[in-house]
């Protein structure tokens, strides 16, 4: 049974950097395409970073160059390192599986259940 479990979420002062963590079971993630979205308080869910199966990126632009995602196959997981974090970026961060068709992410499912960012001084 396939089971997404984030973790790292933590609160950070403006300027400051996170590492969030994706574990998986049930499915590999480097056979998929994996996903971090981020819901902020009274804001929609958004798609922030992909890498697709054969390891290519996607990013939103607002996180461009301040965030990166990475996987490991050995733990089967999947990372985002997030840098130079802002106010903007508090939210919820969820991981997703799913498959990515002409450079369009579409989202499974399955989804973590998240884990909080809060960015405040």
Do not use: H
Not at 45 to 66: F, M, N, Q
Not at 93 to 120: F, H, M, R
Request: charged content about 20%; overall charge positive.
């Amino acid at each position: 049974q396939e089971r997404l479990v984030e973790s790292g979420g933590d609160w950070v002062q403006p300027g400051g950097s996170l590492r969030l963590s994706c574990a998986a079971s049930g499915i590999s993630v480097t056979t998929k395409s994996m996903a971090w979205y981020r819901q902020g308080p009274g804001k929609q869910r958004e798609l922030v970073a992909v890498i697709t199966s054969v390891g290519s990126t996607i990013y939103a632009d607002s996180v461009k160059g301040r965030i990166t995602i990475s996987r490991d196959r050995a733990k089967n997981t999947v990372y985002l390192q997030m840098n130079s974090l802002k106010p903007e970026d508090t939210a919820v961060y969820l991981c997703n599986e799913g498959v990515t068709i002409l450079g369009t992410y579409k989202p499974s499912d399955y989804w973590g259940q998240g884990t909080q960012v809060t960015v405040s001084s």
